[in-house]
């Protein structure tokens, strides 16, 4: 029965892994993809002008929004009350710099009015960073412990692999809301037209599935560790 829980669940564990690297890959490129096409269709406002516009119609006055080096590095940090947008963001004028600004000033939207998924997950990132630092090899160690009967170590390997995995399942929610507040004011400010708007739209749509592809897969390696847990323990 233990020989079947861990051939079957090796397969399980390979069939996600592989599975899960070709979507992210897939989901990947079309974000790419869309992210090019979408920053040649220019508008008004560069997308440090968006943010700052966006974060005054919200009444919001405490937080800075500073250039960042690099591309895909727009994110918003709660502890500084920084929105940081990536250089071509920052500078630039068109739907796909509009979009990402308007994303990450949803962030600042949604703590300013204390957006209870955001809270949780910020209260979990110290806790998700000590967990991810560690859990590799408290799992290695535990599969090679299991194998004679102790499950301790592997037990704590699941516990630490559940914390990343929640943390993981809680951002879906922070991004898809922080999407839905940028195209909202997208669509009342009028900063662009309808089919700027559906484009914003498109490319929020496949920047918010790469979080749902990493959750998925996590939620899948999370099962195949309590797979090999129980069969240790039979």
Not at 83 to 104: D, G, M, R, T
Not at 138 to 158: D, R, Y
Request: proline fraction near 3%; aromatic fraction near 10%; hydrophobic fraction near 50%.
């Amino acid at each position: 029965m233990n020989n079947f829980f861990t051939s079957g669940g090796n397969i399980f564990y390979l069939v996600i892994t592989l599975g899960t690297m070709l979507v992210s890959w897939l989901v990947g490129s079309i974000l790419k993809r869309r992210f090019r096409e979408y920053s040649e269709l220019p508008i008004s406002l560069t997308g440090a002008q968006v943010a700052a516009k966006m974060l005054a119609d919200a009444g919001i006055r405490d937080v800075q929004i500073i250039s960042t080096p690099g591309q895909l590095t727009d994110h918003y940090n709660p502890l500084t009350k920084t929105v940081n947008l990536s250089e071509p963001v920052y500078h630039e004028a068109n739907v796909a710099a509009a979009a990402v600004a308007a994303h990450e000033c949803g962030h600042a939207v949604q703590h300013a009015r204390a957006y209870g998924p955001l809270k949780m997950r910020s209260t979990l990132v110290p806790i998700v960073s000590f967990a991810s630092q560690w859990m590799q090899w408290v799992l290695m160690i535990g599969l090679f412990m299991a194998s004679s009967g102790n499950t301790t170590v592997l037990l704590v390997g699941v516990i630490l692999f559940s914390i990343t995995t929640l943390f993981s399942v809680i951002t879906l929610p922070v991004e898809f809301d922080a999407s839905n507040r940028a195209l909202a004011w997208i669509d009342q400010s009028r900063i662009m037209g309808n089919l700027e708007h559906d484009k914003a739209k498109n490319a929020l749509f496949w920047a918010a599935m790469t979080y749902t592809v990493a959750a998925i897969a996590s939620i899948g390696q999370l099962l195949y560790f309590i797979m090999r847990l129980l069969a240790a323990r039979r």
